[in-house]
């Protein structure tokens, strides 16, 4: 791992990424992977890695929301606007099976 501090979390990163801190944005980091294509991580505001175990499951296991939290739930396949939500929880699924596929800050 390149980045300096690292992050708390590494369930984002692919396997084989390089993960290295944003050269603007202290707090963020990229993991890069050896063909050149990038994901961003935003740390875990929103405790992202607290529901990790929900991936894999129906949507409909998640618990439900908290009142002040911010939830974007969308189908992995679906048109998202592809904007960044500092203070929101993004959850992705399947939408024939319902099934999570992936959870992240941002």
Known sequence: MAADPQPSFTY???ENAT???HPRQPGVWIAELPEGSRRHYFGDQWSASAFQRFVGQSIDALP?????AVWRLTC???VAQSDVGWTRMNVSYDQ???VIDEISCG
């Open 12 to 14: 984002w990163a692919p």
């Open 19 to 21: 993960i290295r801190n």
């Open 64 to 68: 439900e929301k908290p009142a002040n």
């Open 76 to 78: 992995s396949k679906c």
């Open 96 to 98: 024939e099976t319902r």
